[in-house]
């Protein structure tokens, strides 16, 4: 049942008043709710009675209850001529009404409070209650111990664990841009990366090559996935082929590596990626990774549909 607060809080109404003889006047209470005008799953209760010319309540005879479903309800009121030459002044009276509301018939959207997480983000951003701080590149980052903890086992260790940074108040961390590491901090406390108007958020391909390295640092294993089907999804091409298919090989991306040797599985791309000295340079420190590149032009050329209609071309898309 909502209380008296919630009720006024949430409702509109208005009394509609006639004279139909014999001292007997109609009122009529319209009532509508603000957030469910079709007033569905709510059941009103009211209560109106007269008031005297000292603004009392007039006899029992004057006062009526009524049952609402719906949005209006009618009230009759017969008024003796004692009554009435207690309540008239110049031809007007007063009633007083009072409403009680049983369900508020809210929707489950309004009733849908912010997870945890944003309560957390919000926190981070006053910085209340952060009990960690991070300097990276320059850059400063407030952050709770507990949340990096509870989504990195690395940070767990190095937090909680015997390690000298469970006990400062400042780490350094070194090798990371201080953007990679916002666009880090951003996935642990909003779990994902859609927010395009947060600063941080990778917005390159490169920046999505360096947010993956550092999950695979962290053990984030969750945003590791998520930038590695960004980078499969947003195509390979002549000129990343080599970085993302050592970014592959040396992160343990499965998904990528094949999308890789998918693409160099082309001909006429691969020409063009092996006179570079970035394939050059990789073939010579992994060169298992040439043969695999070999066993995966042979199976294509096997298969010739799956090149048809030049499908791997200069670029290709997971």
Do not use: W
């Not at 001529?81 to 009072?98: G, P, W």
């Not at 959207?109 to 951003?125: G, I, K, Q, S, V």
Request: glycine fraction near 6%.
């Amino acid at each position: 049942m909502a209380s008296p607060a919630i009720a006024r809080s949430s409702l509109q109404g208005r009394l509609v008043n006639s004279i139909s003889g014999a001292g007997e006047f109609s009122l009529t209470l319209m009532v509508r709710h603000v957030s469910n005008p079709t007033m569905e799953g709510i059941k009103v209760l009211s209560n109106i009675v007269l008031l005297d010319k000292t603004g009392s309540p007039a006899s029992a005879e004057t006062r009526t209850t009524g049952c609402l479903f719906g949005d209006t309800q009618s009230y009759h009121l017969r008024l003796p001529e004692d009554v009435k030459a207690n309540c008239l002044v110049d031809d007007y009276f007063r009633v007083m009404c009072s409403v009680e509301v049983i369900g508020d018939g809210a929707t489950e959207e309004e009733e849908e409070l912010p997870d945890l997480r944003h309560d957390l983000a919000m926190m981070r951003d006053k910085q209340e209650l952060t009990d960690v701080s991070f300097d990276v590149d320059g850059e400063s980052f407030c952050a709770h111990r507990l949340v990096l903890a509870a989504l990195s086992p690395v940070f767990r260790a190095e937090l909680y664990g015997s390690m000298a940074e469970s006990k400062m108040a400042s780490i350094t961390i070194q090798d990371m841009g201080a953007s990679t590491f916002r666009s880090m901090l951003h996935y642990m406390y909003h779990g994902s990366l859609t927010n395009a108007g947060k600063t941080g958020v990778p917005s390159t391909m490169a920046e999505y090559q360096r947010l993956l390295v550092a999950a695979d640092r962290y053990g984030v294993d969750r945003l590791k996935k998520i930038c590695e089907d960004k980078l499969c999804g947003n195509g390979i091409t002549v000129d990343n082929a080599v970085s993302m298919l050592e970014l592959a090989e040396g992160h343990v991306c499965p998904k990528l590596k094949a999308s890789c040797l998918d693409f160099l599985s082309d001909g006429e791309n691969f020409k063009m990626v092996a006179t570079t000295d970035t394939y050059f340079n990789l073939i010579q420190s992994v060169p298992s990774i040439l043969v695999e590149i070999r066993n995966r032009f042979s199976m294509a050329h096997e298969n010739p549909t799956s090149t048809e209609h030049g499908a791997h071309k200069k670029s290709r898309m997971c």
